[in-house]
Nanobody
Framework: QVLLMESGGGLVQAGGSLRVSCLAS????????VAWFRQTPGSERDFVAF????????DYVDSVKGRFAVSRDNAKNTVWLQMNSLKPEDTAVYYC????????????????WGQGTQVTVSS
């Protein structure tokens, strides 16, 4: 069982940058595909980005393309989401999720989830 823990959220002004991290423990995380989702109160979790276990496949939701970058270091059991040129509409709780087999944008398909980290972008 892979356990995930996000960190690095916080308050930043519009146009600023943050890097959130997803640290894994247990299981075979190096073989897990990982996605980032975000959620605002009263809304469902929305796909943000994913990265395959080998880093060979990466994709983003259109609204963050060119501003966000996902990366991983399997030796450190860590995945990062670098967020640049942040906008107030990026404000949300950011979650990382992983799965040994699934690789896509549907949150219900991911087996492991972190507790989330709050990102707040002020205007």
């Amino acid at each position: 069982q892979v356990l995930l823990m996000e960190s690095g959220g916080g308050l930043v002004q519009a146009g600023g940058s943050l890097r959130v991290s997803c640290l894994a423990s247990g299981g075979d995380f190096s073989m897990h595909n990982v996605a980032w989702f975000r959620q605002t109160p009263g809304s469902e979790r929305d796909f943000v980005a994913f990265i395959s276990w080998s880093s060979n496949s990466i994709d983003y939701v259109d609204s963050v393309k060119g501003r966000f970058a996902v990366s991983r270091d399997n030796a450190k059991n860590t995945v990062w989401l670098q967020m640049n040129s942040l906008k107030p509409e990026d404000t949300a709780v950011y979650y990382c999720a992983s799965d040994r087999h699934y690789f896509g944008t549907h949150p219900d398909e991911y087996q492991s989830w972190g507790q989330g980290t709050q990102v707040t972008v002020s205007s």
